[in-house]
């Protein structure tokens, strides 16, 4: 007797506003969320805003190095403080000019002293969790939540095996991709590899050999999908490499649920993905490309453009296809090619990110 078949999630997890709603107060709220790299804001000042969801929230190095971040909103009658990047070593809201320290501290405001039983040290920004991972910034809107380490186990480690020249790293070039999609067609486009050989010809045939690519839940458990492969042989990469640097030849990465992936390319060149979430149909994706310091590096700006034109570019048309393909009132949701053998044609990691998705939204 056969298991029975693994299906597909129903097509509502990616079209019904009601699910929308209940991620974006849910699994989106209690997971770490990509802030910024650290080489962003290198200085005492130094800001970043960005949207977790559906709320703006700033990061803000301070005096002592530390990096801290807020909600975006002023105490007083919630206008925003703060936008885009930027240095502001004071934090001065824009409507009627209370001032705040780098740690959110309330500093002053024009006519508050003459306040009966105003303290200025009853106010202070809403802060929000904030973890360095590797020089990568994470928040979670969750006080309560575990730390990186228990939800990836091990990973730190990891990349730092395969990425010896993380700490230096900085980044040298974003790409940023709107997708008409849910997000969470464009992550499980991205956590399998089934669709690689006929979708991704300049990737399976000049940067990685399909044949050895695997994409399985971490064996250290967490919430970790890991891509493994080996890359092209040389003669048919599109990039030098060098073999005598350990785990030059391998290409690796790290998802982190639910949507950060560390991604490691042969000649230990990293770069990451991030994704922001804007609707129930929209989302951006974010590539990121770093080099030591931050410094111009040819080879590396040759590989953000050619993963822009092909993988990405083959992607987005992938991902905005299956959205529509998600509101026919035609689509009931197939089997997952599982294969008891694993490897580039199954879709074991599909299973796992399903299982997470239900779990996020049914309890
Ligand atoms: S809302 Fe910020 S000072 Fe009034
Ligand atoms: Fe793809």
Redesign the pocket.
Known sequence: MNAPLTRSLDARYYTDPAIYANEMDGVLTRTWQFACHEGQIPNFGDYHCFEVAGQNLFAIRGKDGQVRTFYNV?Q????ELLEGDGNARLVV?P????TYEVTGKLRG?PNIRNVPGFDVSDVCLTEVRTEDFLGYLFVNLDDDAAPMDEWFPNVRAEIAEYVPQIAQLAPLEWVEIPESCNWKCSVENYSECYHCPTNHQTFAQGVIKPETYDIQPDANGGYVLRHVTECQSLDKMTYPIDLSVPHAGDYQSWFLWPMFSFQCYPGNVLNTYHWRVHSVDRCTVWRGWYSVDGAEDEVIRQLAVQDRETTVEEDIHLVESVQRGLRSKGYRPGPLVLDPANGVMSEHSIARLHQWMRDAVDG
């Open positions: 002023c007083h009658r919630a206008h809201c409507y009627h000019q209370w405001g």
